[in-house]
């Protein structure tokens, strides 16, 4: 079984400041990790993912995650958030390279940036 | 590329009627397709598994017959709501993954607010 948790119902931050937005997994085999991004009444978009090699992902838009193995962790990062990036953000995980790429999406974090 | 086109965006519909959306993968071959539900402020609820030319695969809790869907062809997969009722108003999204070079992540459409009067 799969799954996977974002502790944080909402992130707040000022415009200019680091943000942070938290996930968790849990995957029986290797994880497939990825991240969306959902503006309001849109569908998601894709940020980055996690499938192999460096620990460290760059993504859309300045985003980065780290994968961190030992803590079951992939936390997406952002240097200088700006207040376009306030919307709904989802972590979501896999754990087969198969492909029907069906994923467990996590509940999600509101991330509201303000000037 | 990798562009995921959901039509309508928004329908309002009276109650005990039939509603069709649709999802269709406009540069590339979808071997698989996902249709969600989701409710205000909440995640993506999974709702069936669609693959071309086969029948859909329905989550647990799912009305297969509450919720027709419908894979034709490798680029365009339909659901359709019949005889909805207020209950069903939601956002519904679909997504879907490649074919060829597919790199693991889905393309999602940009959603369908049915309203149900």
């Known amino acids: 079984a799969q799954s996977v948790a974002q502790p944080e119902d909402q992130v707040n931050v000022a415009e200019g400041n680091p943000l942070t937005v938290k996930c968790t997994y849990s995957v029986s085999g290797n994880p497939y990790l990825f991240w969306y991004v959902q503006y309001p009444n849109r569908g998601l978009q894709f940020l980055l993912k996690?499938?192999?090699?460096?620990?460290l992902v760059k993504g859309s838009y300045g985003f980065e995650a780290e994968f961190n193995k030992s803590q079951t962790s992939f936390h997406l990062k952002k240097p200088s958030a700006l207040v376009s990036d306030s919307a709904l953000y989802f972590c979501?995980?896999?754990?087969?390279?198969?492909?029907?790429?069906?994923?467990?999406f996590g509940a999600g974090t509101q991330v509201v940036v303000t000037p | 590329g990798a562009v995921v086109s959901q039509h309508p965006s928004w329908v309002i519909c009276k109650s005990g009627t039939s509603v069709k959306i649709e999802c269709r993968s406009l540069?590339?071959?979808?071997?698989?397709m996902f249709w969600y539900r989701q409710f205000p402020k909440q995640s993506l609820m999974l709702m069936a598994t669609?693959?071309?030319?086969?029948?859909?695969?329905?989550e647990q809790g799912v009305e297969k017959d509450k919720f027709l869907i419908n894979h034709a062809s490798l680029t365009l997969s339909t659901l359709t709501v019949t005889s909805a009722h207020p209950e069903d108003s939601s956002f519904y999204i679909c997504s879907a993954s490649r074919r060829v070079q597919n790199t693991g992540e889905l393309f999602f459409g940009e959603g369908s607010r049915l309203t149900v009067l």
């Open positions: 996690y499938i192999t090699g460096d620990n």
């Open positions: 669609s693959n071309e030319g086969s029948k859909a695969t329905y």
């Open positions: 540069d590339f071959q979808a071997t698989t």
């Open positions: 979501a995980v896999r754990d087969m390279p198969d492909s029907w790429g069906k994923l467990q």
